[in-house]
């Protein structure tokens, strides 16, 4: 599986991006990713379109994924995202943070 995950806005402007392929993931940190994504059930998760962050704490989020069969995309925010899907949006973000550390 491959992901595209973008972060912008909040209270230090984060502009935090990455791609990965899932394929090149170690297993335990594969099945943590596809627990979320069970528990975000982003099949069923209403899009919304991109919005421009509202204040300075808020974030912006697209995530891309595709695999053999198809690609998906989705756009949230802090106030749009469904409850189910901020875990793994959490999750992504922090390893957007741990990637660019790492650069």
């Not at 402007?13 to 335990?28: C, G, M, R, Y």
């Not at 099945?31 to 069923?44: C, F, G, V, Y």
């Not at 469904?82 to 793994?88: A, G, K, S």
Request: aromatic fraction near 10%; hydrophobic fraction near 35%.
């Amino acid at each position: 599986m491959h992901i595209k995950f973008s972060c912008i806005g909040g209270f230090a402007n984060l502009d935090l991006n990455f791609e990965i392929d899932t394929d090149e993931w170690p297993k335990e940190k594969y099945e943590e990713l596809q627990n979320l994504m069970k528990q975000a059930d982003l099949h069923n998760a209403a899009q919304s379109k991109m919005v421009k962050t509202q204040g300075f704490d808020s974030f912006s989020y697209q995530l891309d994924i595709a695999d053999e069969k198809k690609k998906q995309s989705f756009s949230f925010t802090d106030t749009t995202a469904p409850e189910e899907v901020r875990p793994l949006l959490d999750y992504l973000r922090n390893l957007a943070i741990e990637i660019k550390m790492e650069e």
